[in-house]
Protein backbone atom coordinates (compact mmCIF):
# COMPACT_ATOMS: atom_id res chain seq x y z
CA UNK A 1 0.00 0.00 0.00
CA UNK A 2 2.95 2.38 1.01
CA UNK A 3 4.54 1.65 -2.57
CA UNK A 4 0.98 2.76 -4.58
CA UNK A 5 0.44 5.60 -2.08
CA UNK A 6 3.96 7.12 -3.10
CA UNK A 7 2.72 6.50 -6.89
CA UNK A 8 -0.04 8.45 -6.95
CA UNK A 9 1.27 11.45 -5.03
CA UNK A 10 4.25 11.01 -7.54
CA UNK A 11 1.71 11.54 -10.23
CA UNK A 12 0.18 14.12 -8.37
CA UNK A 13 3.23 16.16 -7.51
CA UNK A 14 4.02 15.89 -11.86
CA UNK A 15 0.79 16.99 -12.23
CA UNK A 16 1.47 19.99 -10.15
CA UNK A 17 4.96 20.89 -11.89
CA UNK A 18 3.64 20.82 -15.24
CA UNK A 19 1.23 23.61 -13.70
CA UNK A 20 4.23 25.85 -12.73
CA UNK A 21 3.52 24.37 -8.95
CA UNK A 22 6.86 24.55 -6.96
CA UNK A 23 7.29 22.45 -2.96
CA UNK A 24 9.58 22.63 -1.07
CA UNK A 25 11.56 19.41 0.15
CA UNK A 26 9.84 19.56 3.75
CA UNK A 27 6.16 19.85 2.03
CA UNK A 28 6.60 16.64 -0.08
CA UNK A 29 7.51 14.76 2.89
CA UNK A 30 4.57 16.12 4.91
CA UNK A 31 2.68 15.62 1.73
CA UNK A 32 3.51 12.11 0.81
CA UNK A 33 2.90 11.45 4.93
CA UNK A 34 -0.83 13.20 4.49
CA UNK A 35 -1.50 11.27 1.53
CA UNK A 36 -1.02 7.46 3.17
CA UNK A 37 -2.56 8.69 6.39
CA UNK A 38 -5.67 9.73 3.91
CA UNK A 39 -5.46 6.93 1.78
CA UNK A 40 -5.44 4.32 4.45
CA UNK A 41 -8.21 5.98 6.03
CA UNK A 42 -10.14 5.50 3.24
CA UNK A 43 -9.03 1.91 2.62
CA UNK A 44 -10.02 1.14 5.98
CA UNK A 45 -13.44 2.80 5.77
CA UNK A 46 -14.13 0.72 2.55
CA UNK A 47 -13.60 -2.23 4.68
CA UNK A 48 -10.45 -3.10 4.15
CA UNK A 49 -7.67 -4.59 6.56
CA UNK A 50 -4.07 -2.85 6.87
CA UNK A 51 -1.85 -5.48 7.95
CA UNK A 52 1.91 -4.24 8.48
CA UNK A 53 4.89 -5.41 6.58
CA UNK A 54 7.13 -7.81 8.48
CA UNK A 55 7.55 -11.28 9.35
CA UNK A 56 4.82 -13.41 9.25
CA UNK A 57 3.63 -14.70 12.96
CA UNK A 58 4.12 -18.66 13.44
CA UNK A 59 1.33 -20.78 12.59
CA UNK A 60 1.56 -24.28 13.80
CA UNK A 61 -1.70 -25.45 11.90
CA UNK A 62 -0.77 -23.72 8.79
CA UNK A 63 2.87 -25.00 8.70
CA UNK A 64 1.35 -28.24 8.99
CA UNK A 65 -1.35 -27.78 6.40
CA UNK A 66 1.45 -26.56 4.12
CA UNK A 67 3.85 -29.49 4.75
CA UNK A 68 0.82 -32.22 3.82
Known sequence: ??????RLYADILASAARNGWDYTPDAIVSGSKRHFDEMKLQLIAAGYEIVPVGPRPHCPSLEKLASD
Open 1 to 6: MKITSM
